[in-house]
């Protein structure tokens, strides 16, 4: 496993080794042991999810007050840019952001630590996205901010109108959000 830090502190990309032959390929997607060796970390995985969307839905800035999940995000199917952005109170980084592709055919994960917003848009025409958390989804303290809020300056892939749901379209900028602390 080869694991390769992003601009913001903690937030690491994954990188699963690949075992290809003539019949396809091999991976181990996630061994407890390695992660925790590898990223530093000690966190457990408590709840996997699995998300399809078709081309062009955005999904986020999504993040949960006083109970923050870290997440281990893949693609299995498609291609999606991920975005993650600092919330974490005190933190050097705070409101900075880094994204990446994640793709079927790269096989990269990327581990967000608690206490991050998270958001991707769909590359192509449809995605399936899987991801561990490390805390159990709770709707009444899941809060989101605003994917195209200027102060933070989000690159998202140019040329893709993105489609929302009401509540993403909607949601407050940074400095107007309630944030947890």
């Known amino acids: 496993m080869k694991v390769t830090p992003t601009?913001?502190?903690?937030?690491?990309?994954?990188?699963?080794?690949?075992?290809?032959?003539?019949?396809?390929?091999?991976?181990?997607?996630?061994?407890?042991?390695?992660?925790d060796a590898a990223?530093?970390?000690?966190?457990?995985?408590?709840?996997?999810?699995?998300?399809?969307?078709?081309?062009?839905?955005l999904r986020g800035l999504h993040f949960q007050a006083l109970q923050p999940q870290g997440k281990l995000v893949r693609v299995v199917r498609g291609a999606v840019f991920?975005?993650?952005v600092d919330i974490?109170?005190?933190s050097p980084d705070f409101g900075k952001w880094a994204g990446l592709e994640?793709?079927?055919?790269?096989?990269?994960?990327?581990?967000?630590?608690?206490g991050m917003a998270h958001g991707f848009l769909v590359l192509s025409d449809s995605a399936d996205v899987i991801y561990k958390t490390t805390d159990y989804y709770a709707p009444e303290i899941e809060r989101c901010i605003r994917?195209?809020?200027?102060?933070?300056?989000?690159?998202w892939p140019a040329g893709i109108v993105p489609l929302l749901s009401p509540r993403d379209r909607d949601a407050p900028s940074l400095r107007r959000c309630v944030l947890p602390g």
């Open 7 to 35: 601009a913001i502190s903690g937030v690491l990309v994954v990188e699963p080794q690949l075992f290809t032959d003539s019949r396809g390929f091999f991976l181990e997607s996630f061994n407890q042991r390695k992660f």
């Open 82 to 84: 991920d975005v993650v």
């Open 39 to 57: 990223t530093g970390t000690g966190f457990t995985f408590v709840q996997d999810n699995h998300s399809r969307s078709g081309k062009g839905v």
């Open 88 to 90: 974490r109170a005190g």
């Open 102 to 114: 994640l793709s079927e055919h790269d096989h990269r994960q990327l581990w967000v630590p608690p």
């Open 147 to 155: 994917w195209d809020d200027p102060d933070l300056a989000i690159g």
